[in-house]
T-cell receptor, first 111, second 113 residues
Framework: SQQGEEDPQALSIQEGENATMNCSYK?????LQWYRQNSGRGLVHLIL?????REKHSGRLRVTLDTSKKSSSLLITASRAADTASYFC???????????FGKGTKLTVNP | DAGITQSPRHKVTETGTPVTLRCHQT?????MYWYRQDPGHGLRLIHY???????DKGEVSDGYSVSRSKTEDFLLTLESATSSQTSVYFC????????????FGPGTRLTVT
């Protein structure tokens, strides 16, 4: 499988805390994206980071990319109960333009 | 859900029967995708389309066929459903192949008994 690994598989935190999720991959990438999926719903795009970028921000989200370590992280600051969802990384890699998704991190934010 | 609908939303069918899932978009995006989502596997690409009558295989295409006769519609067919095809199926669209983000439909939960 070309799928990478997301770590942790599940994360439970209290409202107001920060949540960090990691994504590792094995081959060179063109870009990497993060998606959120609420229970029973489709995926929603959060942020895209290109292979020549190291960090991007969007509201309470911060994504970093370390191509030398083949890893990315998603940080959600000051989490809210509404952030409870599964988070997936997805990337284009090698000569293919198709997205390859990770298996996801299930985040639970307790009120 | 960005102008994407999927039908049916839920379906229970018997092994060996044909099943067709429909994805309809109102965004006029060129690219359309079918994924399946299973516990422990994340999302896996079944087939995708890069234009009317232009389709290609994804990672898990065996047992599935697709057709796109109009820009707005992308059909996924299971010619003879098997229990291993019990899954949640998602359609997605994008203006370009993976350069831009993909927009997902609400999903179809298919159970093959």
């Amino acid at each position: 499988s070309q799928q990478g690994e997301e770590d942790p598989q599940a994360l439970s935190i209290q409202e107001g805390e920060n949540a960090t999720m990691n994504c590792s991959y094995k081959t060179s990438i063109n870009n990497l994206q993060w998606y959120r999926q609420n229970s029973g719903r489709g995926l929603v795009h959060l942020i895209l980071i290109r292979s020549n970028e190291r960090e991007k921000h969007s509201g309470r989200l911060r994504v970093t990319l370390d191509t030398s370590k083949k890893s990315s992280s998603l940080l959600i600051t000051a989490s809210r109960a509404a952030d409870t969802a599964s988070y997936f990384c997805a990337r284009t890699q090698g000569g293919s333009e198709k997205l390859v998704f990770g298996k996801g991190t299930k985040l639970t934010v307790n009120p | 859900d960005a102008g994407i609908t999927q039908s049916p939303r839920h379906k229970v069918t018997e092994t060996g029967t044909p099943v067709t899932l429909r994805c309809h978009q109102t965004e006029n995006h060129r690219y359309m995708y079918w994924y399946r989502q299973d516990p422990g596997h994340g999302l896996r690409l079944i087939h995708y389309s890069y234009g009317v009558k232009d389709t290609d295989k994804g990672e898990v295409s065996d047992g599935y066929s697709v057709s796109r006769s109009k820009t707005e519609d992308f059909l996924l067919t299971l010619e003879s459903a098997t229990s291993s095809q019990t899954s949640v199926y998602f359609c997605a669209i994008s203006p370009a192949l993976a350069v831009y983000e993909q927009y997902f439909g609400p999903g179809t939960r298919l159970t093959v008994t």
